[in-house]
């Protein structure tokens, strides 16, 4: 009955783990992909001289795009900026404008990598050599924000997992312990009658293997769940839409269980087989 209740205890703790992990898992990779995004949807815009044409627009636009920097590029023209403010502030704003103030301009984004001060200061000296480019604009400030709040962001989300982690499997650890202690008895008699030592880890490891499949299966049907479930509350998350990167998740948990348990069972066993 004590290793029954010993086994069902160090399911249930693996279970607990596993889903931990994975939970902190996957708001980690969730963090990522907000981060991402983040960074892509940070705008640059190139202010063209007055003195530019249509087809130095163009040539410039093309450059951009064809850049190892741009994501994405669009040229907007002075008229289809007043456009957009009109719809913005209302039509009356053009009442006070005696000629249209805007400018021609190309408008883009980043890739995620290239979204810091030096870059960006190293994009817009290239882009200033151009005659026809008047000047580059982008938001200081967000930039500061980003690069001050993103690391410390990463660097605590980091540090949380780690721990989470180690203390889950390290009660993993300590409670396959216990389990075997209720089989101490049954390990020496086989000692006694000379088993080999994998005789005797055998039946252990099996059993370790199996607990570490299921639990990682109910593990991940619980991550499933509550994933659902905030989807549900939290649309705007995709917490549970993304069916490739929860097949990834699945890979990942159910590898990382099948690894981890039955090594702790092995290295739980070794005072157990040692002959004196």
């Not at 000047?135 to 605590?156: H, Y």
């Amino acid at each position: 009955m004590q290793k029954r209740f010993a086994g069902t205890i160090a399911f249930i703790c693996s279970f607990l783990a596993l889903m931990s992990i994975g939970i902190f898992g996957v708001l980690i990779f969730k963090m990522y992909l907000l981060e991402q995004n983040i960074k892509e949807n940070f705008l640059v815009e190139v202010v063209l001289a007055k003195k530019a044409s249509k087809q130095d627009t163009e040539t410039l636009l093309k450059s951009i795009k064809s850049s190892n920097y741009c994501l994405e590029a669009e040229a907007i023209s002075k008229d289809e900026a007043m456009k957009a403010l009109k719809k913005e502030m209302g039509e009356e704003v053009a009442d006070f404008l005696d000629e249209n103030p805007l400018y021609n301009s190309i408008q883009f984004r980043l890739k995620s990598p290239y979204v810091t001060s030096y870059s960006l200061n190293l994009i817009g000296s290239q882009l200033k050599k151009n005659e026809k480019v008047e000047g580059v604009r982008f938001s200081d400030l967000s930039l500061v924000n980003l690069e001050r709040t993103l690391p410390i962001i990463r660097i605590i989300a980091v540090i949380t997992v780690s721990i989470i982690t180690f203390f889950a499997l390290l009660v993993v650890f300590f409670i396959t312990r216990l389990k075997l202690n209720f089989d101490a008895p049954k390990i020496a008699t086989l000692k006694l009658f000379g088993a080999s030592k994998w005789f005797i880890a055998k039946p252990h490891l099996g059993a370790s293997f199996l607990s570490a499949f299921f639990a990682s299966i109910f593990a991940l049907l619980a991550i499933f769940g509550i994933g659902f479930y905030l989807n549900n509350l939290y649309p705007q998350l995709q917490i549970a839409a993304d069916f490739i990167n929860f097949g990834i998740y699945t890979t990942v948990l159910i590898v990382f269980s099948l690894l981890f348990i039955p090594l702790s069972t092995g290295i739980a066993l070794i005072p157990y087989l040692k002959y004196k």
